[in-house]
């Protein structure tokens, strides 16, 4: 997209990705990652991130990605409960050359931390932190040494969270 005229430059298709829940993207030197993880119903067993090398995204107009499939830990109940599972997420970051994924808990309004490596294959989620934000959260930048955290509360109410690199796992 042309940052002054919004106009759409160039479309990169991914062959081998499909959109279920896309919720956030994020990057390190030589990956974009794709994060399917939107678990509003907290039944999916299929969240995924999709990792393409930058390369590959610069120079052509179709993509392949690499795959990481991943589950929670400590999720056993996988029973559709519509916007009241602690298991949906839309924010992700690279931090320490893992993926930390950023829950949107419907049930408790905290945000659970869970971290998986960049590698292909399949993995379970390590539970690593949890705060009780108040509010339900939408993304999550990992920046400068510093994490910023926004969602909302539950009257509707947007908010921003700032988290210093010393109080992260």
Known sequence: IDSLSGT???TISISNATNVDWEDVTENDTHIFIADIG???GNRQNLKIYSILKSDFKNNTTVSAEI???SYEDQTDF????NSSNFDAEGIVIYQNKILIFTKNWADLKTN???IPLTTGSHVALKVSSANIAGLITGAVY???R???TGYEASLTPFL???SYNRMP
């Open 8 to 10: 759409i430059l160039r």
């Open 39 to 41: 678990n509003n119903n």
């Open 68 to 70: 990481i499939s991943f």
């Open 79 to 82: 029973s559709s409960q519509a």
């Open 113 to 115: 931390v869970y971290k």
């Open 143 to 145: 920046t400068n040494d």
């Open 147 to 149: 994490f910023f955290l």
């Open 161 to 163: 969270i700032y988290i």
